[in-house]
């Protein structure tokens, strides 16, 4: 990440007031020569509980830790958009942008994965009274991987009658578990309608619905255990497997059936730390 030079920081609309480095005179920068140096992989500690009289501890799991990132920022044209002699004005404009209190999107510009970060810890301004210098920033973010843009697939015109095979790819670290909206076929007289969707590729899981009504639409997110019938007032968790739909590392191939438009929403995780 240190070898980027513009950044972004928010979505650069609504309340995160999302701009890039560019519009403060700003970049992301290294003070000193040498070779860079950055975090590789997140923090890991290892769950285990040890007994009296057995020296070698029983072994439960390994816990990921949020990471932090050590920025320096360097005023490049620190006074874009605002009087050359307001430097105080750049500087209060500067952290506010960069001080929420919550998480923002924050990546390097034209790299394929971001963080959602939050200003920590002690800060440093370093100048030499005339606009000129760094500030030196610590920032947290809300998990210990990086995340790609937001994605979506539309699938449409499916024959639902027949099962049709499909391939996703999942190019990140970690499995994904997406937001799926769904729509049911029209079928006359149609009260007792099934969808699935089974993965083919490696352990045959399948995600299916039962007992749906004819064009009924149904929204699932799948990490959060949510399910809503979009155009009917049925709780359907009644009428669901139970079996959430998770996307492996990797290529997988799914069979679709019962379903005639289908959009998948996500975003690819990745352990990195630079």
């Known amino acids: ?115 959602y970060v939050m200003c920590v810890d002690d800060s440093r301004l370093v100048h030499n009274a005339l606009s000129q210098g760094y500030v030196d920033l610590t920032f947290r973010t809300d998990a210990p991987w990086a995340y790609s843009e937001i994605k979506t697939i539309n699938l449409s015109g499916f024959n639902p009658d027949v099962e049709t095979l499909i391939e996703f790819e999942n190019n990140g670290d970690l499995d994904i578990l ?27 899981e399948e995600f299916k619905f039962t007992g749906l009504l004819s064009q009924e639409k149904l929204y699932v997110h799948n990490e959060k255990k949510y399910i809503e019938s979009l155009n009917t007032t049925h709780y359907r968790y009644d009428n669901f497997n139970d079996k959430y739909l998770s996307l492996p590392r990797g290529l997988t191939q799914l069979s679709i059936k019962g379903i005639e438009n289908l959009i998948f929403k996500y975003q690819e995780r990745k352990y990195i730390a630079y």
């Open 1 to 115: 990440m240190k070898e980027g030079v513009d950044f972004y920081f928010g979505r650069n609309q609504g309340a995160d007031n999302g701009f890039r480095s560019v519009d403060y005179g700003i970049i992301n920068c290294t003070i000193g020569g040498g070779m860079l140096e950055e975090g590789y992989i997140p923090t890991r500690e290892i769950r285990e509980t040890t007994i009296r009289g057995n020296p070698k501890p029983y072994f439960h799991g390994v816990d990921f830790k949020p990471m932090e990132l050590n920025l320096t920022f360097g005023f490049e044209s620190f006074h874009t958009g605002v009087t050359a002699n307001d430097k105080d004005r750049a500087l209060r404009e500067l952290s506010y942008w960069l001080t929420k209190d919550y998480y923002v999107p924050f990546g390097i510009v034209g790299e394929d994965y971001m963080f």
């Open 178 to 204: 997406p937001e799926i909206w769904i729509d049911i076929p029209f079928k006359t007289g149609g009260t007792n309608l099934e969808c699935s969707i089974a993965k083919v590729t490696g352990n045959f």
